[in-house]
């Protein structure tokens, strides 16, 4: 192998090399994907073996086209035990919530609903709630809670608590 191969080799290499970056930091955008935080858990024992779990967390949406939701649930991971997933609440089962169930302190953001757009580029503040039938006890010693939001073309997104 002569010494002219071996440059011919690299320069190659390094051309579809820069060729295959250029295409995925071209095309980063398309992508449908939220990152996100959850900021705050509440819950509100209902009776002795039922809570309300009210979630407030934080979205953005990197990608170039807008981010329609067709579905949100939260997933509690119990101590010890299985994933549960909640009962989601409908925004008029949140507000309610929040009218009589003082314990739970101020609302702080509008829910996330089924046909709600996040632009894109956008960062958003907003809640969702769920019904566990589990006492407040079992729901504040998970060992996590996820919330998952599903898109209209079935990307999904879970974000994770942060204990």
């Known amino acids: 192998m002569t010494k002219q191969f071996w440059i011919f080799l690299v320069v190659g290499l390094a051309v579809v090399a820069a060729g295959v970056y250029g295409v995925l930091v071209g095309t980063k955008g398309a992508h449908i994907d939220l990152a ?26 990197p990608a170039d086209y807008p981010f ?11 101590a010890g035990a299985e994933t549960v997933e909640g009962q989601a609440l409908s925004k008029s089962d949140v507000d309610i919530a929040f009218k009589y169930g003082k314990l739970l302190g101020p609302k702080y953001n509008d829910v996330l609903i089924i046909r709600d757009k996040i632009a894109p580029h956008q960062t958003v503040d907003r809640m969702a709630g769920a019904r566990f039938e589990l006492p407040e006890s079992q729901i504040e010693a998970r060992k996590a809670i996820r919330l998952r939001i599903e898109e209209i073309d079935n990307a999904v997104v879970e974000i994770g608590e942060k204990k």
């Not at 329609?68 to 119990?78: C, F, K, Q, T, Y």
């Open 68 to 78: 329609v939701v067709s579905a949100v649930a939260i997933e509690l991971d119990r």
């Open 36 to 61: 996100g935080e959850i900021l705050k858990v509440r819950v509100l024992s209902v009776n002795p073996e039922a809570s309300l779990v009210m979630v407030d967390f934080r979205v953005t949406n």
